[in-house]
């Protein structure tokens, strides 16, 4: 489509959006299409879309749907493509043709330009053949433009139809990847829920496995815990046949000991029987005194009889003759159940003693050894004492009792003997019974061991009369108790635990329905029966057996019960309670059943009839009453019991109380006060039932009558008194009041508490009428208080005995003070208004008084107007205004419609004021825009009066912006750092004021746009710094600013607690000095009183002056001045102290600091003017900073002010250790960590850290290794939760400047074989550092010999070798020996070395290697040469030839005088240059000289002569000097030149030789061989 024109593309366009139009229509109308490819019914859409939730499958009628879509979606598809293929064939033949139409417009241009040419010309011929083409032209192209518009037609429609392809193939698309998402959903769920049901299945196999597993290990555990209770019991079994072993023993010897004891005491015995029998004479006295108590008794009763017969006879009050009579009759009878009952226990008891005695017998019998003969008349006499002595208790308690009895009612009467044998009777058989069993008791004891052994404790003597029964007598005690045992063991397992479905029983295995068994109200003599179902609530089958009943219910309780067998779970079974009362007594207890898994008891529970007497009320309130009138108001007692009984309703002593007032009264005699105390006792009486019966489950109505005859309150006391003594009497209170007046006010007093002015106050009161007419009431309202109180209505009529309200409104106005000063205390604004209600008929009014207190309703506010003045848009500006109330009430308030610019705090204006307070009120504007403002702000209180602020301000709109106006930085501690940034945003890009906010004052002039310039000003002594603090924003740019917040100590306050420390030390000091000298001058007195009496003469006749004075003056003179704070240094240990000291005991501090931004234009620094300011302190930005300060957790022990770790001044590529040590400060327990210090750096901690906790202090070690001669510096940070200690190493790296006064070779020369020489050399030190050197010879190194296991160089030329070992001695000496080999070089300091060769034999090549090692580096390598001939000549110098290297044999030395010595060689070489057709001279040296020697008579010089020198003229070599002397200690250098002579062939070589003699020691003659080249110069040219 790229080359249609403009009208053909919007045609497309059109036709594109209508296809558009059209397919969204479909969409949204559900258009079907003829195809059928968007038949979907409804059901399927909306199975779509509401079954997202719940994934089902496809239906096969779906699936073939989804089939056909399927391929009728790859149909559509291949015909889309073939459209695509088609239209781009389309858009080439397109393509082609507009080419085809630009080529032919092309031409048909030329041909009309030719014709106009041709035209000009007049050249016919060429105009008819260009006119000819120009048609042909014009043809060609009208056919080529019909076919460019054929072609785009079908190019237009193929598009529509491969669009309309598209539209098919996206519905299809839409309903197959729903389908697909719908069936891989689907799929998804059925792998889930299998998933799940192979979990489910797994959890089930290992549940079944794990009880599979359980249920062995329960078995297995019961299995080893049967084997270790057998085990367990044969131990037991062993040692307690040892134990019982023992305890027999133990009783055999015992009971020897106890024979021994009983004869020492009956001599005893027989003594108390003897004074048993005196003592029974006087126990005689007693029980007269006994007999007298008992009289005096008999006497009190008859009296108490005649008392009340007379009682009787002057009441006739039959009720308590009944009531005596039945105490009688109970008595009597119970006087006869007492009588049978000592029948019955002494029948018992007799019973007891005989059963007791045959049992005795038999055990004599079984157990003969226990009852020996020799002890029966002891064990007589035992008990003949054991009876006299219980008999004795008796009679002692007997004369007790008589003590008790007060003296007025003991008469002394003689008593009977029969009251003496009966009494005696009585109490003999208790104490007899009780001995005997007693004695019995401590018989059986014999069979039981001293202490319990591991046998069963619960074992009795009983058993083991029954075992032994069994066995027989020859059966042993152990048997006998093994048998016990296991028949305990066998009883005990009876009950067991019953465990179904994995959970055990725990409870009662039966509930009784009912739940208790009670027998209520039963009569003696007669027979009650009741039914009880028990029912199993167990798991299982069970079984049910009666045990037994309680003790106290088995004289009258049956119970029928027949065990059913077992019983399954929810089963029941009956039984049957029979209840005979024998005695009219309650009983409590139980029956008690045991089955297999526990024993469970029903309650049981026998009661008596009894009275239950209960009245409905105990206080009745008659209310107000007039007099003469009658009223009655009736209680009912009630008797909730069994038992019926005489009831009897008496008044007690009346109380009476007079409030009201009488009229009237005169003054009577005695009598008439009797009357009126008559009359007023019988205002409250009791109606017609005073005395009567109340039966069981009955009531009685009993009335009670209010009569008032005077006015005021009356109260009376009743009460119940009845004939059951078990009842107690029940007392009633009545009360009344009588009035003389018929209408009356409930309230006389109406309190309207407190009132505020001009607010309506009403209050509703009611009347009451006693009067059996209507009576009309008229209200009225003194003069002064009717512009203030009203009373609605004035007139009213109250009916008979009924009520009336009236209304009281009460609106105080402001001037109730001026109108009403006879009731409101101004003052105490209180108001007391007295108001009359006046009754018709009645001359005296009814008053009451109206109470109130009047108060303001102001709210009073300081300042009426509030100006705010320029406010920027990006912070607030805030006042404080006071708002006070006025009233005695606590008010309510509120600011009202406050404008969205304006906040009132706190509570956003809403709060209560308490009376009479003043509350401060934050206002806070925030300007939105910059314009002037001018509103009120409305404060309202709870009344609705208002109180209006005028407010006004101006906005402005600075041309910068702060990003944060408020940093909170973090809790910072000292010597640590916080950082916060922020930006400085100039968003001022343009003054069109219309399209956006604009910078400006108020309403003023915009600002104009450009450059804007900041500068924050930062307080002194805030520790925070600002980078930049000055800089310039361009428009629509922002600045980074850093805020960096670093709290420190000031200096002058540590300087002060420096001074402050040493003060203190000075005075501790002082102190110590005092004390001291205190104790040398008490040693000097001591010392002074042991002198000679004549010493102390001469002492006391010269007194010394008085020492105190001195003393004084002394202790003045040495008094401490302090220092002055600035002089201490900052980096003394008297500042590190007390900045220790101050950092410790730091406590938290908070600082909010503004700092001020201002802001200026760039082109305002043009102004110069006198007073002008740069910037507009309108546009100023003000920053809030919050600095809390912490003491730090850290700290550096011994540290100084920055924390700083100098390592001072280190040799380059030296390492030094420090160490520091840290301590934690705080209150926690800190985990450190630090940072990471430079990996490639100089520093490096070495040790790593650990966990603090507080107080404890730790140790870094930390290495300097510099690698270069600089600076070093680096911080580093010890991290924890609660801060960070932050600490600066840093140290300098010095390269040792050390030079050395040899550079490569120290040539010591010739020397004398076997003698030494010594040369020196010096390192100077020219640093500031103290270095370190060491020495090393490379003759001496352990490499030495395989560095020297290579050729030598006259056999590998092209091989070095890198040692420089050369000639060494034959012995064990060193050649060459260097001293000192190791020390320091000080600063700025040198150090001299001496070199010493001592060769042992003649050779010239010595040579080793010395290396001068600084800080363990070899800073510098010399080389050590020397020489050593066996002769004082020698002869250096010429050419090499020989090897420098010598023969590993040793050469046998010969006599000299017998070996002719060998002719030595010189060669010398000779070398002219040809410059210029010109020779130079060549020019060689060598030297001959002498070594001196050590030894005295060696000889001193040598001489050396040249022989025939004149044979090398010819050829033109010279030799100077020929003949010559060599001191010892010198070298004579002799030259040798050589000039060509003329005519020279430059290509020849001239040789020449010469001998030499030398005389020394011994004479050398030497042969020089001289050769002569020449070489020509060559001249290099410089392009």
Request: proline share 5%.
């Amino acid at each position: 489509m790229e080359y249609l024109n403009m009208e053909e593309e919007d045609d497309y366009q059109v036709e594109n959006e209508d296809m558009e139009e059209q397919f969204y229509e479909c969409e949204e109308l559900g258009m079907e299409n003829n195809d059928g490819f968007s038949d979907v019914d409804d059901s399927e859409i909306t199975w779509e879309e509401n079954d997202t939730t719940n994934v089902k499958g496809l239906s096969n009628s779906e699936r073939v749907q989804v089939g056909k879509r399927q391929r009728k979606l790859k149909e559509l598809e291949i015909l889309h493509q073939e459209k695509d293929v088609k239209i781009q064939k389309i858009r080439e033949e397109l393509k082609e043709c507009r080419m085809r139409i630009e080529t032919l417009e092309k031409e048909r241009k030329e041909v009309e330009a030719d014709i106009q040419e041709q035209e000009t010309a007049n050249n016919n011929p060429a105009l008819f053949r260009l006119r000819a083409q120009h048609r042909r032209l014009c043809d060609e192209l009208r056919e080529e433009e019909d076919l460019q518009s054929k072609i785009t037609l079908k190019l237009q429609e193929n598009e529509r139809e491969m669009f309309e392809v598209e539209l098919e193939q996206g519905k299809l698309m839409r309903l197959y990847e729903a389908h697909k998402n719908d069936d891989a959903k689907y799929e998804a769920q059925l792998l889930l829920e299998a998933k799940q049901r192979l979990e489910a299945e797994e959890t089930a196999i290992l549940q079944a496995e794990k009880r599979k597993k359980k249920a062995i290990k329960d078995v297995e555990k019961q299995k080893l815990e049967h084997k270790k209770a057998f085990e367990d019991a044969k131990i037991y079994n062993q040692k307690s046949i040892q134990y019982l072993k023992e305890s027999m023993a133990r009783a055999r010897q015992e009971q020897a000991d106890k024979e021994l004891k009983i004869r020492d005491d009956l001599e005893k015995r027989m003594q108390i029987i003897l004074s048993l029998k005196k003592n029974i004479a006087m126990s005689r006295e007693n029980l007269r005194a006994i007999q007298a108590r008992k009289a005096a008794k008999s006497a009190a009763e008859e009296q108490k009889k005649g008392k009340e017969a007379s009682m009787v006879s002057e009441s006739e009050n039959f009720l308590q003759h009944m009531l005596y009579r039945k105490h009688l009759q109970e008595f009597e009878k119970k006087k006869q159940e007492f009588a049978e009952e000592q029948k019955t226990l002494k029948a018992e008891i007799m019973a007891k003693i005989l059963r007791e005695e045959s049992n005795m017998e038999k055990k004599k019998k079984i157990y003969p050894v226990l009852f020996p003969e020799n002890l029966k008349s002891e064990d007589k006499t035992s008990e003949v004492w054991k009876l006299g002595k219980k008999l004795l208790q008796c009679i002692e308690n007997n004369s007790e009792d008589d003590r008790v009895i007060n003296t007025h009612e003991q008469e002394r009467r003689s008593p009977s003997q029969i009251s003496d044998e009966e009494t005696i009777t009585e109490q003999i058989p208790n104490y007899f019974t009780q001995d005997f069993s007693d004695q019995l008791l401590d018989e059986e004891s014999l069979n039981l061991p001293e202490f319990p052994g591991l046998w069963d404790k619960e074992h009795t003597p009983n058993k083991d009369e029954t075992v032994s029964k069994r066995l027989g007598a020859g059966t042993s005690k152990m048997e006998q108790e093994i048998l016990a045992r296991q028949l305990e063991k066998q009883r005990s397992g009876i009950v067991q635990k019953q465990v179904a479905a994995g959970r055990e029983f725990k409870g009662c295995p039966f509930y009784s329905k009912p739940d208790i068994i009670h027998f209520k109200n039963f009569d003696v003599g007669q027979t009650y029966k009741k039914k009880a179902t028990l029912i199993n609530a167990s798991y299982g089958i069970t079984f049910c057996r009666l045990i037994a009943i309680t003790d106290c219910l088995k004289d009258f309780i049956e119970v029928d019960f027949k065990p059913p067998g077992q019983i399954s779970a929810g089963m029941s079974c009956e039984m049957t309670v029979t209840f005979k009362p024998l005695v009219n007594k309650d009983f409590e207890g139980e029956i008690m059943f045991r089955t297999h898994i526990g024993s469970f008891a029903v309650p049981l529970k026998c009661t008596t009839k009894k009275c239950d007497l209960v009245v409905d009320k105990h206080i009745i309130d008659f209310g107000c009453h007039t007099i003469g009138e009658t009223i009655t108001r009736t209680i009912t007692l009630i008797n909730r019991g069994a038992l019926s009984t005489y009831f009897q309703f008496l008044k007690s002593v009346p109380k009476q109380s007079f409030t009201g007032e009488i009229t009237e009264l005169i003054v009577p005699s005695s009598e008439g006060f009797f009357d009126l105390d008559q009359q007023l006792h019988n205002e409250i009486k009791v109606g017609k039932i005073t005395v009567d019966e109340i039966g069981a489950f009955t009531s009685v109505k009993l009335p009670i009558i209010f009569a008032p005859l005077i006015p005021g309150e009356t109260q009376m006391d009743f009460e119940l008194v009845f004939s059951d003594p078990a009842s107690k009497s029940i007392s009633i209170k009545a009360q009344g009041k009588g009035v003389d007046v018929p209408v009356w006010l409930s309230n006389p007093n109406i309190d309207l508490k407190i009132c505020m002015y001009d607010r309506l106050y009403q209050d509703s009161i009611c009347a009451y009428s006693r009067a059996s007419a209507a009576l009309q009431l008229k209200f009225e309202v003194c003069s002064e208080l009717r512009n203030h109180l009203e009373l609605l209505p004035k007139t009213g009529y109250i009916q008979a005995h009924s009520n009336f309200s009236f209304q009281l409104k009460f609106l105080p106005r402001q001037s109730l003070a001026e109108d009403a000063k006879r009731y409101f205390n101004e003052g105490t604004r209180v108001l007391e208004a007295p108001m009359n209600i006046l009754v018709a008929n009645q001359t005296r009014p009814i008053p009451f008084t109206v109470h109130a207190i009047v108060t303001s309703s102001d709210l009073e506010i300081d300042r009426q107007t509030i100006d705010f003045g320029y406010c920027s848009i990006y912070e607030s500006v805030w006042t404080t205004i006071s708002l006070t109330n006025k009233s005695i009430l606590s008010q309510e308030y509120g600011f009202v419609d406050i404008p969205e610019y304006v906040e009132v705090q706190p509570n956003d204006g809403f709060g209560v004021l308490l009376p009479l307070e003043t509350l401060n009120i934050d206002i806070m504007f925030k300007a939105k825009q910059a314009k002037e403002y001018a509103f009120e702000l409305i404060c309202k209180s709870e009344i609705n009066r208002e109180f209006k602020i005028s407010c006004q301000a101006i906005g402005v709109f600075p041309p910068l912006k702060l990003s944060h106006s408020v940093i909170h930085f973090a809790a910072t501690a000292l010597n640590d750092t916080s950082t916060v940034t922020l930006y400085v945003e100039n968003s001022h890009t343009s003054q069109n004021e219309f399209t956006h906010p604009v910078p400006r004052i108020g309403k003023g002039e915009t600002a104009p746009v450009g450059p804007t310039l900041f500068e924050f000003a930062i307080p002194e002594s805030s520790y925070l710094s600002i980078a930049p603090a000055v800089g310039t924003v361009m428009p629509g740019e922002k600045c980074l600013v850093h805020l960096l917040f670093k709290p420190t100590l000031p200096d002058i306050l540590v300087q002060e607690e420096a001074v402050r420390t040493l003060c203190q030390a000075a005075e501790t000091e002082r102190i110590l000095e005092k004390q001291e000298t205190e104790s040398s001058e008490s040693d000097d007195l001591s010392s002074k009183k042991r002198p000679l009496p004549k010493q102390t003469e001469t002492r006391r006749s010269s007194p010394s002056p008085p020492k105190p004075k001195e003393t004084n003056s002394i202790s003045d003179s040495s008094l401490f001045e302090p220092p002055n704070p600035v002089n201490i240094a900052l980096d003394s240990d008297e500042y590190n102290a007390a900045l220790a000291s101050l950092l410790r005991n730091f406590k938290e501090e908070f600082h909010s600091l503004v700092i001020p931004c201002f802001v200026q234009y760039q082109g305002s620094t043009d102004h110069k003017a006198s007073g002008y300011s740069p910037y507009s302190i309108h546009n100023t930005l003000y920053l809030k900073v919050n600095c809390p300060i912490v003491a730090p957790p850290i700290v550096l022990i011994s540290g100084n002010k920055q924390n700083m770790v100098d390592f001072g001044a280190i040799a380059v590529e030296q390492r030094v250790l420090k160490r520091i040590e840290i301590q934690n400060i705080s209150e926690y327990h800190l985990n450190l960590k630090s940072s990471v210090l430079d990996p490639c750096g100089p520093f490096e901690l070495l040790n790593s850290l650990r966990s603090l906790q507080p107080g404890a202090t730790h140790n870094l070690i930390f290495s300097f290794t510099p690698a270069k001669s600089k600076m070093y510096y680096e911080p580093l940070e010890i991290c924890s939760v609660k801060g960070k200690l932050s600490l600066i190493l840093t140290g300098c790296g010095i390269d040792p400047s050390v030079t050395c006064s040899v550079e490569n070779v120290l040539d010591v020369g010739y020397v004398l074989a076997n003698q030494s020489r010594t040369v020196t050399f010096q390192l100077e030190n020219a640093t500031i550092l103290n270095v370190m050197f060491s020495v090393k010879l490379d003759s001496l190194s352990y490499s030495k010999h395989r560095e020297q296991q290579v050729l030598p160089e006259f056999l590998a030329p092209d091989q070095t070798s890198g040692s420089l070992v050369g000639t060494q001695n034959y012995g064990d000496q060193s050649v060459f020996s260097v001293s000192p080999i190791k020390g320091s070089v000080g600063p700025m300091q040198s150090q001299e070395f001496e070199v010493t060769f001592s060769p042992d034999h003649e050779s010239l090549y010595y040579s080793d290697g010395m290396q001068v090692e600084l800080f363990d580096k070899v800073a510098h390598t010399i080389q050590l040469k020397g020489a050593a001939r066996e002769h004082l000549m020698f002869v250096e110098g010429g050419d090499p030839i020989d090897v420098p290297v010598e023969s590993l044999t040793i050469l046998p030395s010969y006599d000299v005088s017998d070996i002719p010595r060998v002719l030595k060689s010189i060669q010398l070489t000779l070398k002219s240059t040809k410059f210029d057709n010109k020779l130079t001279t060549a020019l060689r040296e060598f030297q001959v000289g002498c070594i001196r020697s050590t030894q005295a008579n060696a000889r001193k010089n040598v001489e050396f002569t040249i022989d025939s020198p004149q044979a090398l003229h010819a050829k033109g070599f010279v030799i100077d000097p020929v003949k010559a002397t060599v001191e010892a200690g010198t070298v004579k250098v002799v030259t040798v030149s050589w000039t060509p002579p003329s005519g020279h062939d430059p290509l020849q070589t001239i040789s020449a030789t010469v001998k030499m003699s030398i005389k020394g020691d011994i004479t050398e003659n030497y042969q020089i061989i001289l050769t002569a080249v020449v070489h020509e110069h060559k001249m290099k040219l410089n392009d």
